[in-house]
């Protein structure tokens, strides 16, 4: 059975990393990353609600009538 040659492994794995690096380089500098949004002021313009002036009748379910 014939074995397998490793000598040019090395050379082939530490060829391999920097390349690998230069790739991860060129694709993280093609992404666009988005800034984030600017706070804005919005004018808050307080709304009446009908039921903030008056008092509200609370009315129990027909099935807990209260009897006095």
């Known amino acids: 059975m014939p074995q397998l ?3 040019t492994w090395f050379i082939t794995i ?6 690998l690096y230069l ?4 694709k993280l500098l093609k ?3 988005y800034f984030a ?3 804005k002021t ?4 307080p709304f009446n ?5 008056k008092w509200t009748k609370i ?3 027909p099935s807990q009538l209260h009897h006095s």
């Open 5 to 7: 040659n490793t000598s």
């Open 14 to 19: 530490i060829t391999m990393l920097p390349a």
């Open 23 to 26: 790739i991860m380089q060129l």
């Open 31 to 33: 992404m666009t990353y």
């Open 37 to 39: 949004p600017s706070q």
């Open 42 to 45: 919005f004018d808050v313009q």
């Open 49 to 53: 609600n009908p039921w903030q002036l």
């Open 59 to 61: 009315y129990l379910p």
